[in-house]
């Protein structure tokens, strides 16, 4: 079974910090580019960040830039999505997806950008940034 499994969600107070996981079954999920979507409450999807499949770099937008940092572990076949320095315009569902597809970083920037949706999803795991 090809899935996609978000974890470590909760509350958090503003300028605090999670990592989220992403953790996948049914394929390598290091053969291919990962991303980062999130959705506010009564808000569109948003793009937020890729890993590309070919170098492991990473592209994220500038709501998140500088404060957000994507990683990686092969052995566990899982991406982790560390948040720093949180605000509550932050609080949203946050998804990982893949299309099994190779791309570089200019497209994943593209797709990000773009908002293109991807084969497989998560669930989702909500994060709370509140006072």
């Known amino acids: 079974q090809i899935q996609l499994v978000e974890s470590g969600g909760g509350l958090v107070q503003p300028g605090g910090s999670l990592r989220l996981s992403c953790a996948a079954s049914?394929?390598?999920?290091?053969?291919?580019?990962v991303y980062w979507f999130r959705q506010a409450p009564g808000k569109e999807r948003e793009g937020i960040s890729c890993?590309?499949?070919?170098?492991?770099?990473?592209y994220f937008e500038d709501s998140v830039k500088g404060r957000f940092t994507i990683s990686r572990s092969n052995a566990k076949n899982a991406v982790y999505l560390q948040m720093n320095s949180l605000k509550p315009e932050d609080t949203a569902v946050y998804y990982c997806?893949?299309?099994?597809?190779?791309?570089?970083?200019?497209?994943?920037?593209?797709?990000?950008?773009?908002?293109?949706?991807?084969?497989?999803w998560g669930k989702g795991t909500l994060v709370t940034v509140s006072s």
């Open positions: 890993m590309s499949s070919n170098d492991g770099s990473t």
């Open positions: 997806a893949t299309d099994l597809m190779t791309a570089t970083m200019t497209e994943c920037m593209i797709a990000i950008k773009h908002n293109y949706g991807k084969s497989y």
């Open positions: 049914g394929f390598t999920l290091s053969n291919y580019a």
